[in-house]
């Protein structure tokens, strides 16, 4: 199927070819009849024409020697000779004759008595002269005594010469004497076709020619001779044994008014002609008018075939010329088509594309709502979670607090303690007069409360709920408040911090709150697991490399058990008494240092103890 459909292109230029082709030869051929039916009409109208012309000079030409035998019978001398014939009055006609003969132009003119002896001749001089000659058996002679005269073609049975032959009774008192004949030379009729323009000839009753315009068509035969017809021209010796060969017409075709379409075949000898003889005519024939003769005009076909030819030739390349032009219009036809079809196409496809991106674009608004939608819900997640983380963060502080209030409230009894002493022996003072001793106790008063007001603004620091934003923090600062809130815890626990604060001290970008409540936590949990040791020590070291702080609190408790390595951060993890510990301080410790982007590790020093390491974004100053 495909196949086909790739072969049809190839096959639609060849059966265009093919059909202008046909076309072509279909237009040559109707202009090659049409214009060869014109050319025969045409050619048609000027044989006619010719015909006419040609078979009235003929007719003029033998007219002009009708009358001249009757005249014979005004000579009362010729008539003498006829009735009493003497050698004196024979001698005086045979003159006579001879130059009448010789006046008029004819072959010859001669007498015949009533029994076909010829009685006077105007050739009488000449050897082979008619005189004494029987010429009862001519037609001409016997026609003249049945009908008053006689026409009659024949060639001369003397000298061979062929020629027409007139012929008139002779006749006095109503008697029939003789016959008087001239005989006409073929040359004399001949004349009148000097001019002529195509062939002619003139058949006799038996279809011989007798007369014509081309030299070798005179005595050859229309139609076929018998035996018995050629045996009758022996005895009247009409074409004096004349071979009579045919003249080979081949009928082709009758057309209207006796016409006929032939074609003359055979080559003659000696043919020197100003106009073809050979291959195809129009005839046409007509009778001539007082003789039992047809004229007969032939008109060569040549011009019309080649009008025609070339009429078809013409309509064939018209018809070439109709069928480029046709091609043409129809490839601009089929160019335009195709080009709309291409426009339809494009503007389709731009319609369709229009179409995919308002989609899209719809999709894209939809998805991008859906994402704002989404963020917006990620943003109010991220903010109930950070309020949530930072509530964690406060409860974080406000256990770690917990832990430390009796640390504190023992941390200021004794202050307190110590006033409600000082304030009482200052009165006693007083009372004494020892102003000095009231003065040092007051003075000691006062340092009691400025202690006092350290320890709980310290802890007022710490409980304030900070905002958690980032802000250069110095470690070592952080680290002094964070000892300073454990002080009493340390001191009850005998507990050792070996810390050192390197001469250019780093500062790390975090909250200083937030950071000291995971330090808080790393050196409370540092004690809880060496509590009841003799010699609690804590260890703080410094490391920083590449804009990273690290800190390290190492403790010489029994370090983090296999459980605990394993779930050391994780929310409510602990392995400490219930009250003692809720399990959220490592938790609540590495959430704050994730939020600053640090870390929190915790592992097992190789020489015993636990050691966490915090790592924060150092700032560079
Ligand atoms: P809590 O202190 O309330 O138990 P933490 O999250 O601070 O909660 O600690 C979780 C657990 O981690 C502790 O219960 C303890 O078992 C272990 N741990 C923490 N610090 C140390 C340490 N320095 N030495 C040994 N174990 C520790």
């Known amino acids: 199927m495909s196949r086909l459909r790739s072969l049809r292109p190839n096959l639609r230029p060849l059966s265009v070819l093919i059909a202008s082709l046909l076309l072509m030869l279909l237009a040559g051929s109707v202009a090659y009849r049409f214009a060869q039916r014109l050319g025969l009409a045409d050619l048609q109208a000027t044989g006619m024409h010719r015909l006419e012309l040609y078979s009235a000079s003929l007719e003029r030409e033998i007219g002009k020697y009708a009358f001249l035998p009757g005249t014979l019978t005004l000579q009362p001398e010729v008539l003498r000779l006829l009735t009493r014939p003497q050698a004196q009055t024979a001698a005086g006609v045979n003159a006579f004759l001879e130059q009448l003969n010789e006046r008029a132009g004819t072959l010859s003119i001669y007498v015949i008595d009533r029994d076909g002896q010829v009685r006077a001749s105007s050739n009488w001089r000449r050897p082979d ?42 006749a006095a008192d109503g008697e029939i004497l003789g016959v008087a004949v001239i005989k006409v030379g073929l040359e004399s009729l001949e004349k009148s076709w000097s001019t002529v323009e195509a062939p002619v000839l003139v058949g006799d009753e038996n279809g011989v020619v007798i007369l014509s315009s081309v030299a070798d068509w005179k005595f050859t035969t229309l139609r076929p001779l018998d035996d018995e017809t050629r045996k009758a021209f022996d005895h009247t010796q009409q074409y004096n044994r004349r071979a ?29 002609t100003v106009y073809p003889v050979v291959g195809r005519f129009l005839t046409q024939s007509r009778p001539l008018p007082g003789t039992p003769w047809t004229l007969t005009v032939f008109s060569h076909l040549e011009q019309v075939d080649d009008l025609a030819q070339s009429r078809a030739a013409l309509a064939a390349i018209a018809a070439a010329c109709l069928c480029m032009l046709g091609a043409i219009v129809n490839e601009r036809r089929r160019h335009l088509r195709d080009r709309l079809a291409a426009r339809e196409a494009l503007q389709k496809a731009h319609d369709e594309l229009e179409r995919k991106v308002e989609e899209r674009t719809a999709d894209l608004s939809t998805a991008n709502q859906q994402l704002q939608d989404e963020i917006a819900e990620r943003i109010r997640a991220e903010r109930t979670l950070r309020a949530a983380q930072d509530e964690l963060v406060q409860a974080g502080k406000l256990a770690v607090i917990g832990q430390l209030s009796t640390g504190i409230a023992h941390e200021l009894n004794q202050p307190l303690a110590a006033l409600r002493t000082l304030s009482g022996n200052t009165g006693r003072f007083l009372e004494r007069g020892d102003l000095d001793t009231a003065r040092t106790n007051l003075g000691r008063i006062a340092d009691l409360v400025d202690r006092m007001g350290r320890i709980t603004g310290q802890l007022r620091n710490f409980a304030r709920k900070s905002d958690g934003q980032s802000a250069p923090v110095p470690l070592c600062h952080a680290v002094d408040n964070a000892l300073g809130l454990l002080e009493a815890r340390l001191r009850r626990a005998s507990a050792v911090v070996e810390r050192s604060c390197p001469a250019d001290e780093p500062v790390a970008l975090c909250d200083a709150n937030r950071l000291e409540q995971v330090l808080i936590n790393l050196i409370g949990n540092a004690l809880d697991a060496m509590a009841g040791q003799a010699a609690p020590r804590i260890e703080l070291s410094w490391d920083s490399a590449a804009g990273r702080i690290r800190l390290a609190v190492r403790d010489h408790g029994p370090g983090l058990s296999a459980e605990a390595e394993q779930h050391l951060f994780e929310p409510f993890f602990t392995t400490k008494p219930a009250g003692d510990g809720l399990g959220l301080g490592l938790a609540i410790s590495a959430g704050i240092l994730r939020d600053f982007g640090g870390s929190l590790h915790g592992s097992n020093h190789p020489d015993g103890g636990a050691v966490f390491t915090l790592e924060l974004p150092r700032h560079e100053r």
């Open 129 to 170: 002269s008619f005189v004494g000659e029987d010429l009862s058996f001519r037609p001409y002679f016997r026609d003249a005594l049945a009908n008053g005269n006689g026409r009659f073609f024949g060639i001369g049975t003397t000298r061979g010469e062929p020629g027409y032959y007139l012929s008139s009774a002779l």
């Open 244 to 272: 009579l060969q045919p003249l080979r017409i081949k009928d082709l075709a009758a057309l209207d008014h006796g016409a006929r379409l032939v074609r003359i075949a055979r080559e003659w000898p000696e043919m020197a």
